[in-house]
């Protein structure tokens, strides 16, 4: 798919994450530090809705039980095995862009 538009940046501040849906599936939007980036949207552990979680030192923290992903990579703090897939993004303007699938 091309890049689409998910979100703007007045609407991203500083270390926040957005929940966006995009073709019905769930995406988590973040601005880690001024660094956006887009991850899927669900937790790989219980389903948490990662998009309504925080930013903790660069990483997207789940609002169900605490589970941490890097917000550049999907990776987890604790199993690097483990990570929820990362979307290319790229701005344009004040618009964020996501190549989603």
Known sequence: MPFEKVATLP??????????TVRGEQYAIC??????????G???HAGGPLGQGQ?????LVC???????DCRT????????????????????EDILADLP
Not at 55 to 59: A, E, L
Not at 63 to 69: D, G, I, T
């Open 42 to 44: 669900v937790c790989p």
């Open 31 to 40: 601005n880690a530090g001024g660094s956006i980036s887009a991850l899927w």
């Open 74 to 93: 999907g990776e987890n703090d604790f199993d690097p095995a483990t990570r929820v897939p990362a979307f290319e993004v790229k701005v344009e303007g």
């Open 11 to 20: 609407e991203l501040p500083a270390d926040s994450v957005l929940e966006v």
């Open 63 to 69: 609002p169900y039980h605490a589970w941490e992903f």
């Open 55 to 59: 930013i903790s030192g660069g990483r």
